[in-house]
Every structure is written in structure tokens, then in C-alpha cells.
């Protein structure tokens, strides 16, 4: 079983608890190494990440943490950078890349804000094909590890955030699974882990886990490795369902070790 987890976020982005809460939850679970990966800084949208550029205090704090309870738990500080935040990742022990918007006529459209923002950017810009506006986020998405050089592939099929029982699109269709799959290939050769997000599950918008089941088979079968990812948002969903999924990809689930 995997025991760990590295994509949690606290109160120095969008989620609910703060970073200490987090680890004394963590090491009350008997958990022996968590990674705390707060939003990058994004200039445009300053509503759901880490408040300045520099991330300073985040980093100081989860320093703190680090050595306050070194004899309980391995701490890494962490942050998941989004596609078009342009903070430098070196000041943290890993990076999660991500994609949250797909930049369109100079406007960042988020991807998992709600079905009616994606309906409205299929109108506006994508002569209401809702393929064209998924075609635009997985071209984004397959440029991911070059833009951010995130040591982790995040959540790789968001825009289905908001398709449960294909609310929005065809997810086990032909023309959906082309696009998705073709990114899946460029990102393949960067030999990265892709995430099975369980986020979206904890938080009751989906049933099941990101990636879907499709592109899991299809990310194993060539070659890709996968990490166990809560995206939790509060201490209660840390490793959530984790034995679930491990239980169904343990072949391919890689312990995460930063560098
Ligand atoms: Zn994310
Ligand atoms: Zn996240």
C-alpha cells in the first residue's frame, strides 16, 4: 500500500486547513512522509493560489514544520504550478504541473470552475464545439512538463471534471480519447509519473478518480507510471480512496521520492 501523499493543499492557497493542522493529522494516521503542494502564484487570478511571487513564507513555514517534527514525519515543501503561472520552482523540494485554464481571445478560462463557465467558452470562442474547446486544453496540457518541468504530470484529464455520466461530452468516445490520447504520447517520453487524482471523488463531483479508467490502460500500456494523488483540500481527504486505486494499478503506482 501506498502511505503517502504529495498533492494536499492548506490554507496558503485555496484549501481549508492550515499546513500544521495537515501534518498532525498526518502523523495521528501514522503517515511517515507528506508533500504539502499549494497553488503557484498567478497574477491573473489571485484567488485560489499562494498570495506573492516569491511563495517566502509558505516555504518558511513548511521549513518550520519540517524540523519541528523531524522525529514524526519527513515533510516536503512542495507547489503545484499551474501551466501559466511564471514562478520558478526551485526554491521547493517537487513540483506538480498543472493545467487550469485554457487561454483563448486573452482571457484565462478556468477548466474546473463549473460546467456552465466550459459551455460558455465553447460559445464564445469555439463555435459551440465543446471537442475544439477539449482540443485546445489537451494541446495545453501536452506541453505541460516542458513549460513547467514539474516532476509530477497533475490531474491530466480536468476538463472532465464536470462530465460525470457525460454531462458535457462522449468520455469513453472515439473523438475524446484521440485528443486526450495524443497528449498522453508527448508527455510519455518525458518519463514522468501522471497522477490518479482522487480530488474531484473526495469533493463529490466525480465518481471516479482522474485520469479515467481509458486513459490509465492506455498511459500503462505505454509505459507511463502513476503516483496516488488526494489533491485534498481539507486533512479529512488526505490518501483518500488510496487503497481503492492501489489495489487496481499497483503494477504501475511508483512510490514519489523528491530529489
Ligand atoms: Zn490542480
Ligand atoms: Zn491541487
Not at 66 to 95: A, L, M, Q, W
Not at 128 to 141: G, H, K, W
Request: aromatic share 14%; hydrophobic share 35%.
Amino acid at each position: 500500500m501506498i502511505f503517502e501523499d504529495f498533492h494536499i493543499h492548506s490554507s496558503f492557497s485555496d484549501g481549508k486547513n492550515t499546513a500544521e493542522e495537515i501534518v498532525l493529522s498526518a502523523i495521528d494516521r501514522g503517515m511517515k512522509k507528506i508533500g504539502i503542494s499549494d497553488h503557484s502564484y498567478t497574477e491573473f487570478d489571485k484567488s485560489y493560489c499562494i498570495k506573492t511571487p516569491c511563495a517566502c513564507e509558505y516555504i518558511a513555514e513548511i521549513g518550520r514544520l519540517k524540523e519541528k517534527y523531524r522525529n514524526k514525519i519527513e515533510i516536503f515543501c512542495g507547489v503545484e504550478r499551474d501551466f501559466y503561472s511564471d514562478c520558478p520552482t526551485d526554491g521547493f523540494d517537487y513540483s506538480i504541473g498543472s493545467v487550469h485554464y485554457i487561454k483563448q481571445g486573452g482571457e484565462y478560462i478556468p477548466v474546473d470552475e463549473s460546467a456552465e463557465i466550459l459551455k460558455r467558452a465553447s460559445e464564445k470562442y469555439f463555435n459551440e464545439d465543446i471537442y475544439s474547446l477539449i482540443e485546445a486544453y489537451f494541446e495545453t496540457v501536452s506541453q505541460v512538463i516542458e513549460k513547467t518541468d514539474a516532476d509530477i504530470i497533475g490531474h491530466f484529464d480536468l476538463i472532465s471534471k464536470f462530465n460525470e455520466n457525460n454531462a458535457l461530452f462522449c468520455e469513453d468516445g472515439e473523438r475524446y480519447l484521440t485528443l486526450a490520447k495524443r497528449a498522453a504520447d508527448r508527455l510519455l517520453k518525458y518519463s514522468k509519473p501522471f497522477e490518479i487524482n482522487t480530488g474531484a471523488v473526495s469533493r463529490g463531483y466525480r465518481s471516479e478518480a482522474y485520469p479515467c479508467a481509458a486513459l490509465i490502460d492506455y498511459i500503462v500500456k505505454n509505459g507511463g507510471k502513476l503516483v496516488l494523488s488526494s489533491d485534498s483540500h481539507s486533512r479529512e481527504s488526505v490518501m483518500f480512496e488510496f487503497d481503492k486505486y492501489y489495489s487496481l494499478y499497483k503494477n504501475y503506482i511508483i512510490n514519489f521520492s523528491p530529489d
